[in-house]
């Protein structure tokens, strides 16, 4: 395993630096968003990226669910009543022709994904009209070769839901699953058995999909480090490609369904801690690699790839291999980013909905980025995702400096470097194994917004 891809974790590192801070999905990230960048500009930028030729990157929003989690904080209508998704499906379908209408019929689409929500929430008929239209639109591939995914909610899954799935072109699938333990399950209102489980990775298998992904959750209520440990040690046993081990954060004020979680029942902090340590240790000693940001990998999977190779990228779906793409946001409250912007649609149906019928698109706030909010991005983006940085690779590409420009942030790094999470030498940045843990940190340091900001809005890092 080459340095790169190898992690300490430092109880005294992870408690003195465990402060709040972005997860840089974006930057700048979404607290800088406004409502000066409207539709009609959004349409404007999205024209003027034909020139470009690049391929296209489609993220199509699912909000609904059968049921809700406790632990939730995404954008989601639960409902029992499956009629709910015609109407949405009938305006997706409207956005569907007013975006493809600016973007040339000729740019392939290379990545696809269904969020959500719950994506399997629609019919298999609606699948497969919903695929249809989005074929109308754009120009899918029909090669396989394209990163084509869907989230999966395991009790949402039929006897032919796979197999239709695969047929439409799907060859990714990621996995809902957060905690075997039944007590933990019920404490979340997410039942699901492990025989599910594992019935839809061994059906993904056999099918041909190219990747599956799980998705863990530590700091649930009634979670130890015995019961998420064995939690971990069945999920090893199956051997997906990728496994995401995400941090609850516990935030009703903000999240009404937490509300229904019993704090005294949430592991303590230290407890919190030694499940993470321990999870890092069972992933790595079964031959892991930690990517960064909670995602680990296996060391054939496209992202561990892509980040030996310094080709790795990160966005609003998390981390890619596809980052010479305009990405079309499709549905309430998703995020495109095309050209050098960010524009987010209306949360809210209602407003969604309105829109459409109008015959306009649902963009209601997003931000431009100049070229100082480039440059910190792409120095972010490629610590977040390589965990060092050349100086000489900045420069040649944005006409600066390094040293001069972030002097300010080179003397801010020290500490840190003195800590032990990073080393500066000569023109390179590297950030030590017990510094990627802690990459929020370090990327915290070149964000001119953090800096300038009055109000903390974020998670803790760890």
């Known amino acids: 395993m080459s340095l790169s891809q190898t992690i300490d974790f430092d109880l005294d590192l992870i408690n003195r630096y465990n402060t709040a801070g972005p997860r840089y999905t974006s930057y700048p990230t979404a607290v800088q968003f406004h409502e000066g960048l409207d539709a009609d500009r959004y349409a404007e930028i999205a024209r003027g990226t034909n020139a470009s030729g690049r391929p296209l990157s489609l993220y199509v929003h699912i909000p609904f669910c059968d049921t809700v989690c406790f632990y939730c904080a995404c954008n989601k209508v639960v409902t029992k009543d499956r009629a709910k998704a015609r109407p949405y499906l009938d305006r997706l379908y409207k956005e569907m022709a007013l975006q493809g209408e600016l973007f040339d019929r000729g740019r392939p689409v290379t990545q696809l994904h269904w969020g959500g929500g719950t994506p399997t929430f629609i019919s298999h008929d609606e699948m497969i009209e919903l695929m249809d239209k989005t074929r109308e639109h754009f120009r899918l591939l029909d090669d396989d070769t394209g990163e084509y995914s869907i989230e999966i909610d395991p009790r949402e899954v039929q006897d032919d839901t796979l197999a239709l799935l695969r047929k439409l072109g799907f060859n990714r699938i990621s996995l809902g699953v957060q905690d075997f333990d039944e007590t933990v399950q019920k404490a979340v209102n997410r ?32 979670q130890t480090p015995d019961t998420f440990g064995d939690t971990v040690r069945r999920i090893i046993e199956v051997n997906p490609a990728r496994v995401s081990v995400f941090n609850y954060a516990h935030l009703p004020d903000r999240f009404k369904p937490q509300r229904r979680i019993d704090e005294d029942a949430l592991p303590n902090p230290a407890d919190k801690l030694t499940i993470l340590q321990q999870t890092i240790q069972q992933l790595t000693e079964a031959g892991y690699v930690y990517i960064g940001m909670d995602h680990f990998a296996r060391p054939d999977d496209e992202l561990a790839v892509a980040q030996r190779d310094h080709t790795l990228y990160r966005n609003f779906q998390g981390y890619s291999t596809h ?48 070229a100082d909010d480039l440059l910190r991005r792409d120095v972010i983006t490629r610590l977040i995702c390589h965990f060092e940085l050349a100086f000489a690779d900045v420069e040649q590409v944005h006409g600066i400096v390094f040293n001069e420009y972030f002097a300010q942030e080179l003397e801010g790094l020290k500490p840190m470097e003195a800590d032990g999470l990073l080393k500066v030498t000569g023109n390179t940045i590297t950030v030590q194994p017990a510094g990627r843990m802690l990459i929020r940190n370090i990327c915290m340091v070149f964000d001119r917004y953090l800096r300038q900001a009055t109000e903390q809005r974020y998670s803790k890092v760890i």
């Open 191 to 222: 039942v699901q058995s492990e025989a599910q489980v594992m019935s839809v990775l061994d059906e993904a298998r056999r099918l041909g999909f190219r990747s599956t992904s799980v998705d863990l959750i530590y700091g649930l209520p009634h």
């Open 323 to 370: 980052s010479n793409c305009d990405l079309i946001g499709l549905g309430s409250t998703s995020v495109g980013v095309v050209g050098n912007s960010y524009s987010q649609n209306h949360h809210d149906l209602e407003k969604y909905y309105q829109c459409l019928d109008e015959n306009r698109l649902a963009v209601f706030r997003g931000v431009e980025l100049d």
